[in-house]
């Protein structure tokens, strides 16, 4: 006999679920911080003047773009451990599994990143570098000042579409045993012995629904800050 839908255990999901967004928010941040260093490497590889480092960039964007995210994340937590302990002896398969979580998503999120930081500085062309010079400034002060707040407002969409995709692509953290939003939300099914599971896939969708909407409310915000002023075709 199958048993009724209970909405009251969507709110006791919730209540279990929501003090696991620290974990969820600790993946999702040090991603970004991790994942923005690397994809500026890696823009700066795509014009550098040696092919070498050009064909290693644009190698290493299409590599990980084509690889799925659980693929990776397996590789990672499972490969690394294994160079660390034949290359230097070193033991690491008690390290936190966040950290591991990072790192796989880190080398996504830079490889998508720096595709969007790429596409954001052609967007405005050489000319705007070339003025900057012309009436004096430096290349760092025409970088900083001119050409990266306008490349800035021009990548504002694509940041936050792949910062929603990022957060979705962290709930994949619990197939390796990270307890975030995702992993608490199936320790409640498995207490449950596979009881309540469509009650806690609810309350899990109101979570990510929750969080989605706040980014791109968010950003929707920051494009309209800061494009003020810009004319469009």
Not at 89 to 99: A, G, Q, V
Request: proline letters at 4%; glycine letters at 8%; a positive charge.
């Amino acid at each position: 006999m199958n048993r009724p839908f209970y909405p009251v255990q969507i709110l006791n999901s919730l209540k279990i679920i929501l003090p696991k967004l620290g974990v969820t928010f600790g993946v999702v941040l040090g991603t970004v911080f991790f994942g923005l260093l690397l994809s500026i490497l890696i823009v700066r590889q795509k014009y550098s003047k040696y092919s070498f480092w050009r064909g290693f960039a644009a190698t290493y964007i299409h590599i990980l773009r084509c690889t799925p995210s659980i693929v990776l994340l397996f590789i990672v937590f499972y490969g690394i451990p294994k160079f660390m302990l034949v290359l230097f002896d070193l033991n690491i398969n008690f390290w936190p599994k966040m950290f591991f979580v990072i790192i796989a998503l880190t080398l996504l999120y830079s490889a998508q990143l720096a595709e969007i930081i790429r596409s954001a500085l052609e967007a405005i062309g050489p000319g705007q570098f070339e003025a900057g010079i012309s009436i004096g400034l430096t290349p760092f002060q025409t970088m900083t000042r001119i050409v990266i707040p306008q490349a800035f407002v021009v990548a504002l969409p694509n940041l936050g579409n792949s910062l929603i995709a990022l957060l979705k692509e962290g709930s994949l953290a619990f197939t390796i045993g990270l307890i975030d939003v995702m992993g608490s939300g199936n320790l409640i099914i498995s207490r449950n012995y596979g009881a309540y599971a469509l009650e806690t896939y609810i309350a899990l969708a109101i979570v990510y629904w929750g969080l989605t909407l706040i980014i791109e409310r968010t950003f929707c915000y920051l494009e309209k800050r800061y494009s003020k002023g810009v004319k469009h075709a």
